[in-house]
């Protein structure tokens, strides 16, 4: 099982970024994927995940600036951001979450770390002026 992010690089504040992660040794109907980053200085944190059946969760922190996507045919995830601003230079990371993507009580992404499974090595995005 293995997971590889890209698509990471510099880009200017107000700008977009399509980052990929494809996946290999399971497919994508049968585990969900997710992306979480991880800022310097700062704690990994769920950005979104989408489910076996398609279905997508966010956290409520990049909502409206982030789009999850997912094409079966090439077993890769997307994740699109928007209107990137300075506090989402990170490190972005795809993972393999066991247990089917879950909604916490305000209505965000929720995961437990103990199911999340094999991490990809990561994507570095910088946001500049």
């Known amino acids: 099982v293995q997971l590889q992010a890209s698509g990471g690089g510099l880009v200017q504040a107000g700008g977009s970024l399509r980052l990929s992660c494809v996946a290999s040794?399971?497919?994508?109907?049968?585990?969900?994927v997710a992306w979480f980053r991880q800022a310097p200085g700062k704690e990994r944190e769920g950005v979104s995940c989408?489910?076996?059946?398609?279905?997508?969760y966010y956290g409520n922190f990049m909502k409206g600036r982030i789009t999850i996507s997912r094409d079966t045919a090439k077993n890769t995830v997307y994740l699109e951001v928007n209107n990137m601003q300075f506090e989402d230079t990170a490190v972005y990371y795809c993972v393999r979450d066991l247990l089917n993507c879950a909604y916490d009580y305000s209505g965000a992404y929720y995961y437990n770390v103990k199911n999340l499974d094999t991490w990809g090595q990561g994507t570095l995005v910088t946001v500049s002026s």
């Open positions: 989408i489910n076996t059946d398609g279905g997508t």
């Open positions: 040794g399971f497919t994508l109907a049968d585990d969900a």
